[in-house]
């Protein structure tokens, strides 16, 4: 027997039942980005490999071990699935000069890879809405983007959600606390595990987010970035916790905070939920003002965040929130042979008229095709025999019970032109 096929470990298929809940998630913030000025931008899925690892950083868990790097044997180029939207996005900014006369706020949305043991809110394709201000150097868009969530977790009806908020300073700030750092976890360096003693010289910023608890009182001890501030650094995340302060948002500030890519500067944020267990981070980001200099554009700052949105639908989910799936207005029935096209016909004049349409497919007797409408959810069943074909017409009949006065309660013969109209004033008659 062949071998059975399957899915690649840690990637997921969107069945049709699950489908209308992330139909529904896009739409509302689809939305609800409009409503903010963003502009849609789609970059491709795969990038040349450089590209991450100069914009995520060298020494960081996505370029050291979860890329899905491959080169193309057809040219011999390295390419890479995007582990994050960040690098892509600022290098198709950068190639078609986005920013040249005006900053820009612009979103993705769609899968990302990453090579991570597969658990439950942690994938090895999942997807994010992705959202990047360029442009902006003041803490008055960071707390746009902090306030514009807020009301995102609103309208989806999310409410065990919670924020907590860090400044990582500028590079030279970063450098003294770095210096101070590694000389404190130097004293602990028996102690540490081997993830940390490899980071102590590489990326000891990175032990402070450490998930092994044997660790945790080294790391609550360690020095903090934001005890390293200098005035205008201070100033902006001030600035930052006064603006949110006004608007009525709680957050926290967690000095440990570090977040997993490198190109972070000042703010950087999470909101955490404690509804799905250790995968509890829903959505990151943060300030990146060095990063489009060094990646070959002019000067620009940017700040953003990712939104992983396999936990957000798991999130809707547990709430209950489970939209109807869609249901289509009318069941065209036929009986094969000359029926068929007047059947297709009047499918399309249905559709003309702005109603959606199961024609039915393939063999089977008007009963069985009836239990068929039914279970489609429709609420007309459109009948076509061969008396009817014959004159351009078809029977309609509900197939809600929806009591003797409701439309259609009894079944209807009409001209196949007038059908359309006549749905369409039904079902506005039943939705009143
Ligand atoms: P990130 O924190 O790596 O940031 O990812 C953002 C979000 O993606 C996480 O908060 C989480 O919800 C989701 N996520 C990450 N890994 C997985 C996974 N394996 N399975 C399921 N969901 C996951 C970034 O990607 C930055 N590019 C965000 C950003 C944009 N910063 C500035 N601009």
Redesign the pocket.
Known sequence: MAKKLSGVRGMNDLLPAEAPLWEWFEARVADWLRSYGYQQIRTPIVEYTELFVKGIGEVTDIVEKEMYSFEDKLNGEHLTLRP???AGVIRAVIEHNLTYDAPRRVWSMGPVF?H?RPQR????Q?H?V?V?ALGFAGPDIDAELIVMLARLWKILGIERVRLELNCLGQADERARHRADLIEYLRRYEAQLDDDAKRRLHTNPLRILDTKNPALTEIVAGAPRITDYLGTASRAHFEGLQALLGSAGIAFSVNPRMV???DYYNLTVF?WITDALGA?G??????R?DPLIERMGGRPTPG??????I??VIELLREAGRVPSAPVCDVYVLHQGGATQPVALRAAELLRDAGLDVILHAGEGGLKSQMRKADASGAEFALIVGAAEAAQQAAAVKALRARGAEAPFATQAVLPLAQIGEALVTALERISE
């Open positions: 994050e939207f960040t990453r991570e809110g942690r994938y090895r999942f994010q992705n990047e977040r997993g890519l999470e995968q981070t829903l959505c990151g980001g943060g990146y700040i953003g965040f990712g939104m992983g396999e936990r």
